[in-house]
């Protein structure tokens, strides 16, 4: 079943087109990733189908059922956004991750248990009392996290969810991540410039450059064998090229004795 389907929906800002995508359908339980490089319409994508933003033309439909502006509430009551900024509230942590279940109204006992649920699986459970500035940027990002998934959403839109974390939170990050989207089977949409995070994380991938969808398919497939050269393109150039040592700079220093030499020595 498709929980998402998208039908020609375009956005224009400022007069120009920013995004254009005639067909896009996220299978429920799957984790979409959508890859592009900075400014091609990730976030602005994301936000469209959160119903957080509104396109300039076209349908989305949850479940076979097209939404209109005015199920937005609903709509994202059942869905839950990891923006790219952190937000946090100027509160405590515990505050911070309960305060999404408090609006929707769930009864404090059930507040207490799940906020403790989460904060324990995200790893942050002695972080609880601390205010939200003080923490990491690493850590501002498992808050996010939490808040995001104690809510329980039957969609997880994940707006690139490392941002601010070095290698090793990263990496960690990602396997509990991936096993806790394999665990809950919750459909998610994950948006991110980095390859490394879509193979940590999704079953299939869109490649989107200048607010086009070049190419859709399984994860292996497109990073193996791309059909849309743009996209084949865009996965090459994502590699970062080897410094060649014979090449960097280099510098004519005097010695004491009054001989010049290169430095570094080659
Ligand atoms: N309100 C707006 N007015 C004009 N241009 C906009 C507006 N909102 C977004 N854009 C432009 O639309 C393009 C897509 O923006 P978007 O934030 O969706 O990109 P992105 O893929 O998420 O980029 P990044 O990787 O940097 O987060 C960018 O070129 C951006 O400058
Ligand atoms: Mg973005």
């Known amino acids: 079943m498709m929980a998402l389907e998208v039908a020609d929906l375009r956005v224009e800002r400022a007069g120009r087109a920013i995004l254009a995508v005639p067909r896009l359908a996220v299978e429920a339980g799957e984790v979409l990733a959508v890859l592009g490089p ?3 319409g990730k976030s602005t994508l994301l936000r469209c189908l959160a119903l957080l ?3 300039t033309a076209g349908a989305i439909r949850f479940l076979g059922r097209e939404l209109s502006w005015r199920d937005a509430v609903t709509y994202r ?3 839950a956004t990891l923006f790219q900024e952190p937000l946090l509230l100027d509160t405590t942590v515990e505050q911070n991750v309960a305060t999404g279940l408090r609006l929707r109204g769930v009864v404090d006992k059930e507040i207490t248990r799940r906020v403790g649920v989460w904060l324990e699986r995200l790893g942050i459970t002695l972080l609880a009392r601390r205010a939200a500035h003080t923490l990491s940027s690493g850590e501002a990002r498992r808050v996010s996290l ?3 998934l104690v809510l329980d959403p039957e969609v997880l839109f994940l707006d690139e969810p490392f941002a601010a974390l070095d290698v090793p939170a990263r990496a960690t990050f990602a396997r509990e991540l991936a096993a806790l989207l394999d665990a809950q089977r919750t459909t998610t949409v994950l948006v991110t410039h980095d390859r490394a995070e879509v193979q940590a994380l999704a079953d299939r991938v869109a490649v989107l450059l200048a607010g086009e969808i070049v190419e859709l398919g399984a994860v292996e497939r497109v990073f193996a064998e791309p059909r849309d ?8 150039a994502a590699e970062l090229p080897q410094r060649r040592r014979s090449n960097a700079p280099c510098a004519m220093l005097k010695s004491r004795t009054g001989e010049e030499r290169l430095w570094p020595e080659r």
């Open 38 to 40: 900075n400014g091609a």
């Open 53 to 55: 933003e509104r396109p």
């Open 77 to 79: 009551r059942r869905t």
């Open 146 to 148: 939490a808040r995001a």
């Open 229 to 236: 050269p743009r996209a084949a393109a865009f996965l090459r």
